[in-house]
């Protein structure tokens, strides 16, 4: 976080929700982490676009320093960022998200669409198949809670081995957001029901998106990007085929290219 930007908190019907903000009068952009990450996950990107748009990075709730609470559903994700937008006084704003961040930055658009100017989705967890979205849960909560347990020195060593594509910038932040985030966020996915959800919303957005993909080891597929075109003529398919899930981790020339491009034409 630089010194010039901006914190605070927001009540959240009961929920304080950690916010960042690069401030300025300039278009106004929301950005929504994936899951086990924080508001401040997006160094090369926030560097890269903070002298353009005055961003608004969320700690999720259960995320970063905001409150952890009972309950994570993406309606609950959605109440918070109306509620932040409202404190800070945003009538519209684009907004972008990754992963689980994607997902709730779909819903929120739904559920709000005089407030979303235009929509970013970078690799959500969108699947074709609802087999592919089972998971062990319970031990994915346990690799959570002793990840929380150790240094921050040992947890960017062992993110450096995984991706060793990734910038040294991102490390940092990247790490203490493992150690704060609540194990019981993983309970954002409901068994399945709100990743499975995912041709409905896609269909009833009403602003112009951008699904932005990545090579086999992504999640969405070239399959379900043609599905999710089927479903609504205003969303737009790029894809870096190089990247994996974290797609402006692995590829952040051709991903900044195209989040700039779009927001130009839709902000």
Same mark, same amino acid.
């Given at each position: 976080?630089?010194?010039?930007?901006?914190? @605070?908190?927001?009540?959240?019907?009961?929920?304080?929700?950690?916010?960042?903000?690069?401030?300025?009068?300039?278009?106004?952009?929301?950005?929504?982490?994936?899951?086990?990450?924080?508001?401040?996950?997006?160094?090369?990107?926030?560097?890269?676009?903070?002298?353009?748009?005055?961003?608004?990075?969320?700690?999720?709730?259960?995320?970063?320093?905001?409150?952890?609470?009972?309950?994570?559903?993406?309606?609950?994700?959605?109440?918070?960022?109306?509620?932040?937008?409202?404190?800070?006084?945003?009538?519209?704003?684009?907004?972008?998200?990754?992963?689980?961040?994607?997902?709730?930055?779909?819903?929120?658009?739904?559920?709000?669409?005089?407030?979303?100017?235009?929509?970013?989705?970078?690799?959500?967890?969108?699947?074709?198949?609802?087999?592919?979205?089972?998971?062990?849960?319970?031990?994915?909560?346990?690799?959570?809670?002793?990840?929380?347990?150790?240094?921050?020195?040992?947890?960017?060593?062992?993110?450096?081995?995984?991706?060793?594509?990734?910038?040294?910038?991102?490390?940092?932040?990247?790490?203490?957001?493992?150690?704060?985030?609540?194990?019981?966020?993983?309970?954002?996915?409901?068994?399945?029901?709100?990743?499975?959800?995912?041709?409905?919303?896609?269909?009833?957005?009403?602003?112009?998106?951008?699904?932005?993909? @990545?090579?086999?080891?992504?999640?969405?597929?070239?399959?379900?990007?043609?599905?999710?075109?089927?479903?609504?003529?205003?969303?737009?398919?790029?894809?870096?085929?190089?990247?994996?899930?974290?797609?402006?981790?692995?590829?952040?020339?051709?991903?900044?290219?195209?989040?700039?491009?779009?927001?130009?034409?839709?902000?």
């Amino acid at each position: 976080m630089t010194k010039s930007w901006q914190e @605070g908190n927001v009540n959240a019907n009961g929920v304080s929700i950690h916010y960042y903000r690069t401030g300025g009068d300039k278009p106004k952009l929301i950005l929504l982490h994936g899951i086990t990450d924080n508001g401040l996950c997006w160094p090369e990107l926030s560097a890269a676009l903070e002298p353009s748009y005055d961003l608004i990075m969320l700690d999720a709730r259960g995320h970063g320093l905001s409150e952890h609470t009972a309950s994570y559903l993406p309606e609950d994700h959605v109440k918070d960022v109306n509620a932040v937008m409202k404190s800070l006084g945003l009538a519209n704003a684009a907004v972008l998200g990754h992963s689980m961040g994607a997902v709730n930055a779909s819903y929120f658009a739904v559920a709000h669409p005089e407030k979303v100017t235009c929509l970013l989705l970078e690799d959500p967890p969108w699947h074709i198949q609802p087999e592919t979205i089972i998971r062990d849960n319970a031990q994915w909560r346990k690799d959570i809670t002793v990840r929380r347990t150790r240094t921050l020195e040992d947890i960017m060593a062992a993110g450096k081995l995984e991706n060793p594509r990734w910038s040294e910038t991102v490390f940092p932040s990247w790490a203490e957001a493992k150690r704060q985030v609540d194990p019981n966020v993983i309970d954002w996915a409901d068994g399945g029901r709100t990743l499975s959800s995912w041709q409905q919303i896609a269909k009833d957005l009403s602003c112009p998106t951008l699904l932005i993909t @990545g090579g086999p080891t992504a999640i969405v597929t070239p399959e379900t990007a043609e599905r999710a075109k089927s479903l609504n003529a205003q969303l737009s398919v790029v894809t870096m085929s190089d990247a994996g899930h974290s797609i402006r981790r692995e590829a952040l020339k051709p991903y900044l290219e195209a989040v700039q491009g779009f927001l130009n034409q839709n902000l």
